[in-house]
């Protein structure tokens, strides 16, 4: 779990270190600001920083500000990172779960940066909650039949647990007019579910979408037979 500690080590000093700059810090000094560098603006795709496009990922929210309820909401999300993270480690190794949390993020940020490039949109991107709901998705699909305490009282199956915080939370991105973090969360959210019915062949939960997910397992299952055709017939 080396990985795993290593990253929230990272998410959790640069949490700190934005914080700071959140408060009243001189106009020059702003340049050593995580958000700056780290999160993604149109302002930095434009200078050719690309990196962004992943590292907006490592960074709080803007909007965010030192209190105790945003240390508590820190906590929280930073534990469920390590408990979501420990088990699909444990179910399905290192590698599927940085292909959930860095794909889901880089799939965000990158359908982030065409709708700024397209909409001359402006303001910044930042924040776990894409790659945080990637890992999310890709959990509950490998663990449909989980139960979790909603509220630490209410017994409840984590489909519907991850289903509803995952339509609250864009539902909010909406309302609030927070279109970048609607995009990258909606577009982390398919990511984890497509990787998770295509690279297991499983099948959700969800009978609604068991049709189409037979569809993507015999695209799946096509590649291999055609090139086995291929390779009889050279």
Excluded at 162 to 167: H, M, R
Excluded at 202 to 214: D, G, V, Y
Excluded at 218 to 228: T, V
Aim: proline share 5%.
């Amino acid at each position: 779990m080396r990985p795993l500690k290593i990253l929230l080590m990272i998410l959790g000093t640069l949490t700190a270190l934005s914080l700071i700059f959140a408060g009243p810090i001189p106009v020059f000094l702003q340049w050593y600001n995580p958000h700056m560098w780290l999160g993604q603006s149109a302002w930095g795709i434009e200078n050719f920083f690309y990196w962004q496009i992943l590292t907006y990922i490592l960074v709080p929210p803007l909007e965010s500000e030192a209190s105790f309820s945003f240390l508590i909401n820190t906590f929280f999300t930073l534990y469920l990172l390590w408990t979501v993270g420990s088990s699909l480690i444990f179910q399905k190794g290192v590698k599927t779960f940085w292909m959930l949390f860095l794909g889901g993020g880089a799939i965000g940020g990158l359908l982030t940066a065409l709708t700024l490039h397209f909409t001359h949109a402006s303001g910044l991107l930042a924040g776990w909650t894409p790659a945080l709901y990637s890992l999310l998705m890709g959990w509950m699909l490998l663990n449909p039949r989980a139960r979790v305490l909603v509220f630490f009282a209410i017994p409840c199956q984590v489909k519907w647990v991850v289903v509803g915080a995952a339509a609250i939370t864009l539902y909010l991105d909406l309302t609030n007019g927070q279109y970048l973090q609607f995009v990258a969360s909606f577009s982390s959210v398919l990511f984890g579910y497509f990787y998770a019915i295509i690279a297991w062949e499983i099948h959700s939960p969800f009978q609604a979408l068991n049709k189409l997910e037979k569809i993507l397992h015999r695209f799946r299952r096509k590649k291999p037979f055609e090139y086995e055709l291929y390779e009889k017939t050279r």
